[in-house]
Each structure stands twice: as structure tokens, then as C-alpha cells.
């Protein structure tokens, strides 16, 4: 199967861009305020399409991000596929190396791993990843977020992720040979993304016959003209025979 990427993202209102992504071979620059990527390949072997958003302040944030993902990107160096265990595994250690650099810095993560038998699912914290299978649009990833229990709560709490000094995280995985068909289109966010962008509006976008660059820069720029008070990141993958 072959694959289309795109990625966008902007700081926004922000003073720094706290959000890092990665695209199959790429990533953002550390803390750079305006990204932008295009690839394109086949499944001869793993690659992570994913989005982090940083948290922290004063610059731990961005550093928390960019280090989850230029981490994930290494290991397709050494490992030839992924399961739910060895994934837990790898992204525990990425925790901890998080923690050991900045006990107070942490970051969201979520995505997916495409490889050629099962695909998978990885979230902590509440960033998004969501699939247009046909006429049939999904969040595919839960919120770890204060909110999602009590609807009268920050939105801006997250109750799991990586480093931001917790103890023990809970890594959020799902592999099946179901997760991806030909034709499905994913969409990786920030909430300074969907928080400001309707489900039905993202639906419509991904449902355009047009390319996968145009339809992340639009996302991303509705969510700006919305009035979003965050970074703004969103990955877009579509899929193939």
C-alpha cells in the first residue's frame, strides 16, 4: 500500500510553537514557529504519523514534543515491527528519558504506526487521531483530559502523556489488521485543532478531491480564523493500493 502526507502547523496566539509532529521521514525543526512538510512512499517498513503537543512553559514544552518524536522517528532504525508490547515498551523508556531532562516538561501524544501486516493506534493525553473510511468519519483515540469526566473543567487538564513529571503513564495502543484499507484517510490534531474546527467541518475537508497539503492548510487555518488560543497542528495521511 502506498501513502500521501502532509503536515501544518503553526504557533498561533502563542509566543512558541510547543507542538512537534512527525510525517514517515520527517519531523518539525525544534520549536520553529511555522512547518510545513509534503511525503509520500510505500509499507516497506514502519513508519509513524504522529502529533505532540508540548507542555511545560518556558521553552520544556517544545523541547518535551520534539523529543517524543525525533525518538520515534530513531526507532525504525533498529526495530522492524511493532505490537502493542514492544511500543508500550519503547514509549516507557521515552518517558522516562523526558523525566530525567525535566522532571516538570511533558507532552500529548497520539498517532498511528503503519507497517504492512497490523497497523496501530497510539495515544496519551488529548490530542486526536481520526479516520475517513468511505462516507464514515471516527475519532479513533480517546481524550486523557480532565474534561472528559467533568464537562465544567479546564479544558487544558490532561490526566495521561509522557514526562510532566508523572510516575507511571498509561500507554494507549491498538494493533489490527482493520485499522487501515485502502482509501482511508487519517487526520492527526492538536486540540488547538479540533477544539475550534467542528467534526462535521473536518469530514467535509477530508471528503474533497483535493490534495492532501490543501486539505491540512485548510484545517488548520479555520481553526486560526476561529480564534483558537493555541498551537495549531494537524498531520494528514492518505492511503492506497
Do not use: W
Not at 178 to 203: A, H, N, T
Amino acid at each position: 500500500m502506498r501513502f500521501k502526507g502532509a503536515s501544518y502547523s503553526v504557533k498561533g496566539i502563542r509566543e512558541i510553537n510547543e507542538d512537534s509532529f512527525i510525517l514517515a521521514t520527517k519531523t518539525n525543526n525544534l520549536g520553529k514557529s511555522f512547518s510545513t512538510e509534503v511525503v509520500e512512499g510505500k509499507d516497506d517498513k514502519p513508519y509513524f504519523f504522529a502529533v505532540a503537543d508540548g507542555m511545560g512553559g518556558q521553552g520544556s514544552g517544545e523541547k518535551a514534543s520534539y523529543m517524543v518524536v525525533t525518538s520515534l522517528l530513531n526507532l525504525n532504525k533498529n526495530i522492524e515491527s511493532f505490537d502493542a508490547n514492544n511500543l508500550t515498551e519503547e514509549i516507557e523508556k521515552i518517558h522516562r528519558k523526558v523525566v530525567s531532562e525535566n522532571s516538570q516538561m511533558g507532552t500529548t501524544l497520539s498517532g498511528i504506526i503503519f507497517q504492512k501486516d497490523k497497523c496501530g493506534i497510539v495515544n496519551l493525553g488529548d490530542s486526536r487521531t481520526y479516520r475517513l473510511r468511505k462516507d464514515f468519519f471516527l475519532q479513533m483515540t480517546n481524550d486523557d483530559s480532565l474534561c472528559s469526566f467533568d464537562a465544567n473543567a479546564p479544558t487544558n487538564i490532561v490526566t495521561n502523556g509522557i514526562g510532566g513529571g508523572l510516575k507511571s503513564i498509561s500507554v494507549n495502543t491498538y494493533f489490527s489488521d482493520k485499522i487501515l484499507l485502502p482509501g482511508d484517510i487519517f487526520l492527526i490534531c492538536s486540540d488547538g485543532v479540533y477544539r475550534f474546527v467542528s467534526d462535521e467541518k473536518i469530514e467535509k475537508i477530508l471528503s474533497k478531491e483535493i490534495s492532501v497539503d490543501e486539505m491540512v492548510s485548510e484545517i488548520v487555518k479555520i481553526a486560526i480564523q476561529k480564534g483558537t488560543d493555541d498551537n495549531c497542528t494537524a498531520v494528514i495521511v492518505a492511503f492506497k493500493e
